[in-house]
């Protein structure tokens, strides 16, 4: 596995020096955030060219809703995720990931035709049916994220996720991203989950049970890597504590205690290094 790490847990005052840091501690590669990524992207090239990493990701992050119940919303939610696509390929990411939904269902219950659960599903087996061929075109891949029940009722399980993926026929470019915090709260059995649905993942997330860094929470990284190798799993894992998106006020201490984590990652099995 290839360890990267999202952008706003760096310390440094410039994006180089960020980056700069990322490489000296050992990483491979830096998950970027989505909004207004745009008009970074040339500076973020020149950094990636300077320092060897590479993006290993996409995070579309908090933008829009593509369950919303309006269909200008959805349209609009679905052109801010074609532009995170688009960035991806630009800068040579392996994929952008995705919630789906964040909060409680949007759309009505229309039982006995379908309830809200099955409507969710529906639509966004729809969106899929386009973004699939979106991705495949441009040589990128989509991983959808369930989160915990807190923060949604929709793909809250890898095994929900799993059954969106069935639906498009199991599309090699939409694959999961299994988030260690969010199924620390919403799977029966982490570690089980992690085997059982290997194959069906394109991306992890690593964060421990209270999202803070590995080794700072009940986690255990030795089982949870142990059990997606044992699943065939050789891809990206970052990092992806604190508050994502949010991060930058505890870059500081992030960029004290990353050493210590990193070495517990490394004796576990998330990397080679």
């Known amino acids: 596995m290839r360890l990267a790490i999202q952008e706003d847990m760096l310390p440094g005052a410039t994006l180089l020096d960020r980056f700069h840091l990322a490489r000296d501690l050992g990483f491979e590669g830096v998950e970027l955030w989505g909004r207004d990524l745009t008009p970074r992207a040339p500076e973020i090239a020149a950094a990636l060219a300077r320092t060897g990493l590479v993006v290993s990701a996409v995070n579309h992050g908090r933008q829009g809703d593509l369950l919303a119940p309006d269909r200008a919303e959805r349209e609009a939610a679905l052109a801010e ?71 949604t009722q929709f793909l809250t399980t890898l095994a929900d996720a799993v059954r969106v993926r069935r639906r498009i026929k199991d599309h090699p470019h939409v694959l999961i991203a299994a988030d260690l915090f969010h199924m620390a709260l919403a799977e029966a059995d982490l570690y089980g989950a992690l085997r059982e649905h290997a194959a069906d993942i394109g991306y992890v997330h690593l964060a421990d049970s209270n999202r803070r860094l590995p080794g700072q929470g009940l986690t255990d990284f030795a089982a949870a890597s142990a059990a997606l190798r044992q699943g065939g799993y050789a891809g990206w894992a970052a990092l992806a504590c604190g508050q994502p998106g949010h991060n930058q006020p505890a870059a500081r201490q992030f960029g004290r205690e990353l050493p210590a984590a990193l070495a517990l990652l490394r004796q576990t099995g998330w990397t080679a290094v």
Do not use: C, M, W
Not at 105 to 119: E, H, I
Not at 127 to 137: E, F, G, M, Q
């Open 81 to 151: 995720l074609r532009q995170s696509i688009v960035n991806a390929v630009d800068l040579g990411a392996a994929g952008v990931i995705v919630v789906p939904h964040f909060g409680a269902p949007s759309l009505p219950d229309l039982t006995p035709y379908k309830s809200t659960a099955q409507l969710e599903f529906e639509l966004l087996h729809n969106h899929l049916r386009t973004l699939s061929d979106y991705v495949y075109a441009l040589g990128t891949s989509l991983y959808l994220e369930p989160v915990n029940p807190y923060e």
